[in-house]
């Protein structure tokens, strides 16, 4: 224990250009609970501008504990001492999978103190520890949906528990007091989601000067400067692997917040609050809420994967219809967002999300989000219909339309509708169409100029289960008011309307009239 005192409270450090080969030491990580243990080291070598401005120092690790698992998935970070003083991190596996001997890459302290304010996200050791990433009560048909997503960040995911339909918001995880308290090879969590799930990373605790942490040892996403949440941590025990060991971690309490994520490892301040979004999803009668990283880079997609998540949570396979409103709430204004979906509940979910992403992801205004709301309704069964066909009869200055749509396991319906064209002298042709919602939603967002053109456009587009009819070929406008501001005139159709239907509607059809 006198060790691990002396450690906390101050220890010198060592250069790169004092390492030698054959020199031996130890480090110091958790194998089980919070309490760190140690393991040998000797020095192999250093391997010369492996990385931009970086050494990387070779080692064989020894003891017990590491002879049985080799390196371990959740060891980035263990600091390592030489003759009193402190090295670096442990953070790769240079023997890779299946390596007989446990050799591991070493950063340089000095390079985690000083780390450069970009991630270099296009640059890393492929020799990387990987950061054994929890994914607590979340179901696996939520991460395949955006397992491409999660891949991209580099995230190594491993889902832990069953999921549940049922929030557990008020359920604790077991945290042991000890872990409350950081010192160096002790466990610890950088937090993404909170509460009804939980998605966190967790490494090893390299160096503390006063309320500063740094950890890992290399990058957890390379996202240079950043706000993300960190907690305790608690090891349950080591998974013994022969592709790579890993830790089985329990993400705690939040401590304090991390701000730099660089290519050399995590810096964190303890006890300061990160900045935290309220996300609700109403799903029927049940009711998730989660807490969300406000970090603008992970944010769509941790909405979204919650989002999937509260549906799939309940039904994850055949046909669904969602009635949907959607607030997100931002210091200036709130942003609703209404429509039906409908379909197979995968694609359902991706429209959503989709939907959720162009908000989020807006290229007018960076939105600084408070809470988000999402009330879903759900019918299960597909509420969908094709258009078939359109015909019309000109008679005088009156176009008569009758549009056939056939619903999913329905009868063909017919719509009619009668348009006025006024001036019409007949020896013009007519062309008259029916179609989704989308080809009227691309025309309106392309005149999209500014944020609050956004928010009207996304509080007002057509909603799914709305067909448009278009008449083409007369020089005059009749177009609904609450779209005329953003269409140029010169684009503009003879007539056009917005039917609402009962139906998410897809396919198209068009005639000519002469």
Known sequence: MLIFYLIAISIPIMDCSDVIAGMKGFGTTVFEGSKPDTFTVEVIGIRKGLAPRQDIILAKLGGKR??????????????????????????????????????????????????????????????????????SNISDA???????????????????????????????????????????????????????????????????????????????????????????????????????????????????????????????????????????????????????????????????????????????????????????????KQIKLSDIYSGDVYDVVTEMAEDVSSVLKNDYSKLELESMEFNLIPSYEAKIAQIKDIEGDLRNDTLFLICTVIPYRGKALRIEEKVSIRNSDGKKPLTVSASGCDAVRMRVWNEVGDFNDFVEYVENRPKRTSFVIQVSGQDNDILPLSYGKFIKRDKRPLYEKVVETEWVISGSASCEIK
């Open 142 to 332: 939520a991460c395949s949906l955006f397992k491409e997503e999660i891949k991209r960040l580099g995230l190594q995911v491993r889902v832990w528990g069953n999921t549940s339909k049922l929030p557990i918001t008020n359920y604790q995880l077991p945290i042991s007091k000890q872990s409350e308290q950081f010192v160096p090879g002790s466990p610890i969590g950088v937090l993404l989601v909170s509460g009804d799930a939980k998605i966190g990373g967790v490494g090893t605790v390299t160096h503390v000067e006063g309320d500063r942490i740094y950890a890992f040892g290399h990058r957890f996403m390379a996202l240079g400067e950043v706000e993300l949440p960190i907690t305790t941590a608690y090891i349950h025990t080591v998974a013994p692997s022969y592709l790579i060991s890993f830790k089985l971690a329990e993400i705690g309490n939040i401590a304090g917040c991390m701000d730099v994520d660089a290519f050399s490892g995590i810096s964190a301040v303890i006890g300061k609050s990160p900045s935290l979004v309220d996300m609700t999803v109403k799903n029927g009668d049940i009711t998730y809420r989660y807490k969300l990283a406000k970090e603008e880079r992970l944010l769509p997609l941790l909405t979204n994967l919650m989002l999937a998540n509260s549906l799939l949570m309940s039904y994850s396979s055949g046909n669904i219809t969602y009635s949907v409103v959607f607030n997100i709430n931002t210091k200036e």
């Open 66 to 135: 590491i002879e049985e698992t080799g390196v371990i998935s959740g060891m980035s970070g263990s600091p390592v001492y030489i003759d009193g003083r402190l090295l670096g991190a442990v953070a790769y596996n240079m023997g890779g999978a299946f390596s007989k001997e446990p050799i591991c890459g070493i950063t340089p302290i000095r390079s985690m103190l000083n780390p450069p304010k970009t991630g270099f996200s296009d640059v890393y050791i492929k020799e990387e520890i990987p950061i054994p990433v929890t994914f």
